[in-house]
């Protein structure tokens, strides 16, 4: 049973093969088979388009659209070509019965859909023209069986794809350009052109193609235009031995020399690119005409073989638009450029590929807004033919320098343009420093604390002198960025501290300064010729703390002269007239309480006496009426105390019969002689009951 069922499988299988086989030979063998019309039917049922029935009418029937007509009628137009051109056609269907036609001319209708043609039977066409019409797909054309010898035309169409016309092999022209200032053809790809190797003419102007690499192997190709699409490389040109016009304007062409073995090249068109190099066209001996004007070609001289013998070539090399790379300058410094435009000739005689002199600069300067012709001669700066060099003065700010050329030969295409040198400004590239150091910059400092009272800063920061002929400015900005204190500019380039820091002052007001932390800024610029370029900047923080402190005092206490008496003396002491009151400031952030401390440093003395020559504890300090004694000695005693938070307080301005200093002293114990002694006055920030 086994076996006999593996027995089974394989003759199966083998029937199914030959089957598929039978399927697949048939096929490939079947021809094209064209649509046909089994009954006689009217016009007008053939032909749902209107337009279309109609001028089928005119043909056949006087123009009467109900007539019955057969296939015969269709059979007529075979090894004929069928011109339906402008006859406002939409609807293609009844094309199908036309059987092998060798032409269609179907331009200037509204025809959007080619199905209908993918149903018959046209192996014998040799062209199709669809100008002007709306065609969107080609793919019905691959099921025609047509492989036309000679032109396929969907110009002003709507094309956005090549597909249906990979196998046409026969081909020989193309063209899908557009010129209907309408969203026309847009096509990107050129791949299922690549294996149609008898092309020779293609146009596809006003396109999408991106790349012309599918071309490759079509090395037939005469003629190939492809302007106003999106090109960056014509890559796939190389082997088009037989390439005899090519254009390329308006793309994004960077290099022409995949056209190497282009040696039958006569005509040549790439204006508006951005080729920067033609010595391509040195192995291209048959070019009797180039339009390379818009572009950015500095060397001409691989055209001083094209036709020197004619008196008018026709050659096109003007507006160039030529950039260099990249520079960088110092206002006050020229800068200098080597210039860069080769191959001029001087009255048509072939000279070294040198620039041949002064005359043919028209113009240099180094507007940023530059936006002239560059034919117009703008003179600033100056050109030197003898070294070549084209040499600027610059201002700051300036974004790029420019010098203009023109050559009015025709040998030379009238050779012209605009060389560009993008720039870059240099600064100065001096460094701050709090220190004199050279290892490395000190860019943050911390100055001790500050008395609120006795605030102003006096410091110095240093700046490196780096760069030679520089004008720097500093600026002294708090938080904010207010300037707080002008400082002194510098010139640099001092040749005996070249690469050393040089000290700067540094002042802050004190009137610029308030309680707390606060944060300054030290900024260098770069003012030559004119800028303010910053370059580099340095931090400092300044911490105002607050005081509890004297603004003033008494310079001596009076009690003036007074009768001995056999009791007790109280006097006042008293500050003399015009003498500073006893004044006290509080610039504390907290307020808190504070206290005034008395001391004697020893007993009230006189000179000159045998008896009672000091008057021990006699001092004394009253607060309303009541007195604290001030012991002598080192001691000091609180006799007042601020509760209440204040700025200032004037202490002696209370000083009355009841309050402040005064002696009490015992009449017994006093000579009449004049005593004297030292007091000292103390603030306290705790008083000390607390």
């Known amino acids: 049973m086994k076996k006999g069922g593996e027995k089974m499988v394989k003759k199966i299988w083998l029937a199914l093969c030959v089957v598929l086989a039978v399927v697949m030979m048939s096929t490939v063998a079947s021809p094209v088979q064209a649509a046909i019309l089994a009954e006689p039917r009217k016009i007008s049922e053939i032909f749902p388009d209107d337009n279309f029935a109609q001028t089928v009418a005119n043909w056949w029937t006087n123009g009467n659209v109900d007539a019955e007509v057969n296939q015969n009628y269709f059979d007529g137009y075979k090894d004929k070509p069928l011109y339906l051109a402008g006859k406002g ?9 036309f059987n092998n036609p060798t032409g269609l001319d179907l331009r200037d209708n509204n025809i959007s859909d080619l199905g209908p043609i993918g149903k018959g039977n046209f192996t014998k066409i040799t062209y199709v023209d669809l100008l002007n019409n709306k065609v969107s797909s080609l793919v019905p054309l691959a099921t025609s069986g047509m492989n036309p010898t000679g032109f396929l035309g969907f110009e002003n169409n709507q094309l956005g794809s090549l597909e249906g016309i990979e196998n046409m092999t026969n081909l020989t022209s193309i063209s899908i350009q557009d010129q209907s200032n309408t969203s026309g053809n847009q096509v990107s790809d050129l791949n299922p052109l690549a294996n149609l190797t008898k092309l020779q003419k293609i146009w596809a102007k006003d396109n999408a193609i991106t790349s012309l690499k599918p071309l490759a192997n079509l090395n037939a190709l005469q003629e190939a235009y492809f302007e106003n699409n999106k090109l960056a490389s014509i890559d ?13 304007m308006n793309n994004q062409v960077v290099d022409l020399d995949p056209l190497v073995d282009a040696t039958r090249l006569q005509n040549l068109f790439v204006r508006y690119n951005h080729i920067e190099s033609i010595s391509v066209l040195n192995k291209l001996p048959d070019l009797i005409q180039l339009d390379a004007t818009h572009n950015r070609i500095s060397d001409i001289s691989a055209i001083n073989f094209v036709h020197q013998d004619d008196p008018n070539p026709a050659l096109a090399l003007s507006y160039q638009d030529i950039i260099l790379p990249e520079q960088s300058y110092t ?10 435009i080769r191959g001029l000739q001087e009255e048509g005689i072939l000279p070294p590929a040198t620039f041949p002199g002064s005359s043919k600069i028209t113009g240099v300067g180094n507007d940023e807004m530059y936006q002239v012709d560059p034919m117009t001669a703008l003179q600033s700066g100056s050109y030197d033919a003898n070294t070549e060099t084209v040499a600027f003065d610059l201002s700051t700010g300036a974004k790029k320098a420019f010098y203009t050329f023109n050559s009015t030969s025709k040998h030379d295409g009238n050779f012209s343009g605009i060389v560009t040198i993008p720039l870059t400004e240099e600064f100065s590239k001096t460094n701050l420093s709090w220190e004199d150091t050279a ?26 002198d780096t760069d030679p002929n520089k004008t720097l400015a500093f600026k002294l900005t708090d938080k904010e960025g207010n300037e707080v204190a002008p400082l002194a500019s510098v010139e640099t380039g001092d040749g005996d501290k070249t690469g050393q820091y040089i000290a700067h002052d540094l002042q802050i007001p004190a009137d610029k300064l308030t309680y707390g932390s606060q944060t300054f800024t030290v900024t260098v610029y770069d003012v030559t010729g004119g800028a303010n370029h910053e370059v580099d900047h340095i931090t400092l923080v300044v911490d105002v703390t607050g005081a509890l402190r004297f603004v003033s005092a008494p310079a001596a206490l009076d009690g003036g002269e007074n009768k001995i008496i056999s009791g007790t003396i109280q006097k006042r002491l008293e500050k003399a007239t015009g003498d500073e ?4 400031t509080d610039s504390r952030q907290t307020k808190a309480p504070w206290a005034l401390g008395l001391q004697i440093d020893q007993p009230f003395t006189a000179a000159g006496v045998v008896y009672n020559t000091q008057l021990p504890g ?12 001030v012991p002598d000695g080192n001691d000091m005693t609180q006799v007042y105390q601020q509760v209440t938070p204040v700025n200032e307080r004037n202490i002696s301005d209370d000083w009355n019969a009841t309050n402040g200093p005064a002696v009490i002293v015992p009449g017994t114990k006093v000579s009449a002689v004049k005593y004297s002694a030292t007091l000292t006055w103390t603030l306290m920030d705790t008083p000390l009951n607390e």
Do not use: C, H
């Not at 796939?236 to 390329?248: A, D, E, H, T």
């Open 331 to 340: 206002t006050g410094t020229p800068l200098l450029v080597k210039n860069s």
């Open 236 to 248: 796939g040109m190389q082997g088009k031995i037989n390439l005899i016009k090519f254009s390329v």
């Open 439 to 464: 290892d490395k910059a000190i860019t943050n400092k911390t100055l001790p604390p500050l008395d609120y009272n006795d605030r102003g800063v006096n410091t110095k920061f240093y700046w490196k």
């Open 89 to 97: 056609i939409s609807n293609l269907e009844g094309i199908q019965y």
């Open 581 to 584: 009151p006893l004044v006290v």
């Open 618 to 629: 006699v001092l004394n300090y009253l607060q309303n009426g009541v007195p604290t004694m």
